[in-house]
C-alpha cells in the first residue's frame, strides 16, 4: 500500500485552503514525518486516518463513520496494483478504483482487496486518546470474537493499538524466532548472548473466570498448575510458539492486555533483564515487532512520536531499522531536529493544524543557497531555539568553536545555544527578506552579525535606509530582530574589523605561512575556510576575543 493524497474538512485544528487541510505523500518513500511543535495538529492526522479506516471497515456502523468530510487516496496490490480514491463529503460516501466509480455494496463486497489489510497505530508516550477514542472499540470487537469463537484460531484483527510498553513480550518473540535476521538483531543490536530463563506472574482469577479461548488456552498450556508464577526456559517457550511469530505476539500482548499474565521478566547476560535495555533499544525492539510480525505490504503504520526519548545517535538507527522494510507506509510524528536531519527528504512541517514552511523554506533556499540543507532549514523554522544570522559557514565555525572553549572557563556563557542562518555574503536584499518573513518566536532571540567594514555595515545601510555613518552605528532593531556589527576587541585601533580578527594576528599569519611552500604560494590570499577547520586545534586563549560577541548576545538577551 502506497499513500498519495489526503484531505480532511472539519476535523479538530487540522484547517487549509477553503478548509482543507490537504497532504501530499508522494516522493516521500513510503515514510512521511510530520513535524511540528506541540498543538501544531502532528496527532490529529493520526486520529484522523484512524477515524477514516474505522469508518471504512465498519462502514454499515453509523457510529463509526467519521464526522468530517475527507478525500483519500492510495495504491494498494502487489501482483496488480489498484488505485483507490474514496472520499466522505459531508456525510455521503463515494468510491473510484482506477478512476471508475464504483458502487458502495460493490466496494464493500471488495473490500478485503481495496482497503488496507491493517492500520496498526503506536505512540510511546502517556497520553491514551488515541487508544481510547479509536482503538479501544476495535479491540473489544476482537476480544468478543475470540470469547465466541468455537475454531482454534485467532480472528482477524483490522485495527492495532501496540501499547508502547510491551517490550518483553515483542522481545520473547524475537527469541523464539528462527529467522536468522531476528537472531542477528538479537545478538547485534541488544547484546544478548544467552537467556537464563523467562519469569511470569499470573492473575489466576481473570484464568479461572474467563471463558475458554484461544488465549486462556494457551495461557493454561504455558501454566499448566494454575500458579501465580513460573520460571520456564526459553527452550520451554519455544516449544509452545510452533514457530508462528505472529501469532505468538498477540498472544502474549493479548495475554497481557486481558491481565491474565500480570508480570514478564527475561533473565539474560546471567545477571541482566529488560529494564537493563536502554530506552533506544526498547524502541527498536518495539518497531521492529510491528513491521516484523504484524505489517504487511498492505498494511498503514501510524508511530506517534516513536523517537521521544531516544538518544541522537539512535535515531539515525531508527531510520536504518525503517529502511529494512522496503515495502513499508508510515507515517510518524516527531519534534526532534535529528530526525529532520535523517528524514529529510520525507518531511511535512504543521503549525496551528496548517501545512508550513514551504514558502518560507524556499525564501531561505534562495538566500542560502546550497549552503544549507533542506533538513537544516527545517530545523530553523520549527525551533524555537535562538538564532544567529551571519553570513558564510566561517563563522559559524568561529563562533560554534569559540563558544565551545570559551565555556570552559566561562560559567555565564554556560546556557548560550544557537541554531545558525547563513546570508551567503553581505546582501541588502536578503537582509530585507530575512527581517521581513522569520520574526522571533516567544522568547526567542534572533542576531544579525556582520563584518564591521564597508561591506559589513554597507548591507545593514542599504537593506533599512540608515544614514548613519559605520563609526557612529552599534547596533539596532528590525522586526524584533537584532541587526549588529562584530564589536571589536579590546585594543583593536583599525578602522575595519572582521571576524578572524579576534584571532591574534600571529596566529592568523603562523597559519598562511605555514601553508607556504612554494614562492607562488606567496601570491595566494588568506583561506578562510581552511582556517575555520584548523580553529578547533587552538587553545582557549586564542579565542578569548570572543567574548565580546558573546557579551553582547548576553547583553542583549538581558542575562
Known amino acids: 500500500m502506497k499513500l498519495k493524497h489526503l484531505k480532511i ?16 505523500f508522494t516522493n516521500k518513500e513510503g515514510v512521511t514525518v510530520l513535524i511540528g511543535n506541540n498543538g501544531s495538529g502532528k496527532s490529529n492526522v493520526l486520529e484522523a486516518i484512524s477515524s477514516i479506516f474505522i469508518g471504512l471497515y465498519k462502514i454499515g456502523t453509523p457510529q463509526r463513520k467519521p464526522t468530517f468530510s475527507y478525500a483519500i487516496e492510495y495504491s494498494i496490490g502487489t501482483d496488480t496494483v489498484t488505485d483507490v480514491k474514496i472520499e466522505l463529503i459531508n456525510g455521503t460516501y463515494g468510491f473510484y478504483i482506477n478512476d471508475v466509480k464504483v458502487l458502495k455494496k460493490d466496494f464493500i463486497e471488495w473490500a478485503d482487496k481495496w482497503l488496507p489489510s491493517k492500520i496498526i497505530a503506536s505512540y510511546s508516550g502517556e497520553e491514551i486518546r488515541l487508544w481510547n477514542t479509536y482503538y479501544k472499540h476495535s479491540y473489544s470487537d476482537f476480544i468478543t470474537s475470540l470469547k465466541n469463537n468455537e475454531l482454534r484460531h485467532l480472528p482477524e484483527q483490522k485495527l492495532f493499538y501496540i501499547d508502547g510498553t510491551y ?9 523464539c524466532s528462527e529467522l536468522q535476521s531476528n537472531t542477528r538483531f538479537v545478538l547485534n543490536n541488544l547484546g544478548i548472548l544467552s537467556v537464563e530463563n523467562i519469569e511470569f506472574q499470573f492473575n489466576k482469577t481473570n484464568i479461572a473466570r474467563y471463558p475458554s479461548n484461544i488465549i486462556t488456552e494457551f495461557v493454561k498450556r504455558l501454566n499448566p498448575d494454575n500458579t501465580e508464577s513460573i520460571s520456564i526456559s526459553l527452550d520451554a517457550l519455544k516449544n ?61 503504520v501510524l508511530l506517534d512520536e516513536p523517537d521521544s526519548h531516544i538518544h541522537v545517535a539512535n535515531k539515525v538507527q531508527f531510520k536504518n531499522l525503517l529502511e529494512e522494510y522496503e515495502y513499508k507506509n508510515l507515517i510518524l510524528t516527531s519534534h526532534s531536529p535529528t530526525l529532520m536531519n535523517v528524514f529529510e527528504s520525507h518531511l511535512v512541517y504543521l ?35 535562538d538564532i544567529l544570522i551571519v553570513e558564510g559557514k566561517t563563522d559559524e ?14 560559567d555565564r556563557y554556560n546556557n548560550l545555544d544557537f541554531n545558525f542562518l547563513y546570508m551567503g555574503g553581505s546582501d541588502s536584499e536578503n537582509l530585507k527578506k530575512l527581517i521581513e518573513q522569520f520574526p522571533p518566536k516567544g522568547n526567542q532571540t534572533i542576531i544579525a552579525f556582520f563584518d564591521n567594514d564597508g561591506a559589513g555595515y554597507g548591507c545593514i545601510q542599504k ?26 576587541k579590546d585594543g583593536f585601533t583599525k ?13 592568523c599569519r603562523d597559519f598562511m605561512f605555514d601553508n607556504f611552500e612554494t614562492f607562488q604560494d ?30 553582547l548576545i548576553l547583553d542583549i538577551k538581558g542575562l
Open 240 to 300: 509452545l510458539s510452533e514457530g508462528y511469530e505472529y501469532e505468538l505476539f498477540i498472544k502474549l500482548i493479548s495475554s497481557s492486555q486481558s491481565e491474565l499474565i500480570t508480570s514478564i521478566k527475561i533473565n539474560f547476560n546471567d545477571s541482566l533483564t529488560t529494564e537493563d535495555l536502554s530506552e533506544g533499544q526498547k524502541k527498536q525492539i518495539l518497531i521492529r515487532a510491528i513491521l516484523e510480525f504484524i505489517a504487511d505490504r498492505s498494511t498503514l
Open 9 to 24: 474538512k472539519d476535523f479538530k485544528n487540522l484547517t487549509g485552503i477553503d478548509g482543507w487541510f490537504t497532504l501530499d
Open 463 to 488: 537593506a533599512f535606509e540608515y544614514t548613519s555613518q559605520k563609526q557612529d552605528f552599534t547596533r539596532s532593531i528590525e522586526n524584533g530582530i537584532h541587526i549588529c556589527i562584530y564589536p571589536k
Open 167 to 175: 517490550w518483553n513480550e515483542a522481545l520473547l518473540v524475537f527469541l
Open 351 to 385: 503549525e496551528n493544524g496548517q501545512v508550513k514552511g514551504s514558502e518560507k523554506a524556499e525564501i531561505l533556499k534562495e538566500i542560502s543557497g546550497d549552503t544549507m540543507s533542506d533538513a537544516q532549514r527545517q530545523i530553523l523554522l520549527n525551533s524555537n531555539t
Open 495 to 507: 578602522s575595519d574589523f572582521e571576524i578572524e580578527d579576534y584571532f591574534k594576528i600571529d596566529t
Open 522 to 551: 606567496t601570491k595566494k590570499k588568506f583561506k578562510k575556510n581552511d582556517f575555520a577547520e584548523f580553529c578547533p586545534s587552538l587553545d582557549v586563549e586564542e579565542f578569548k576575543g570572543f567574548k565580546k560577541i558573546f557579551d
Open 397 to 410: 565555525k568561529y563562533i560554534t568553536t569559540a563558544l565551545e572553549k570559551l565555556k570552559t572557563i566561562e
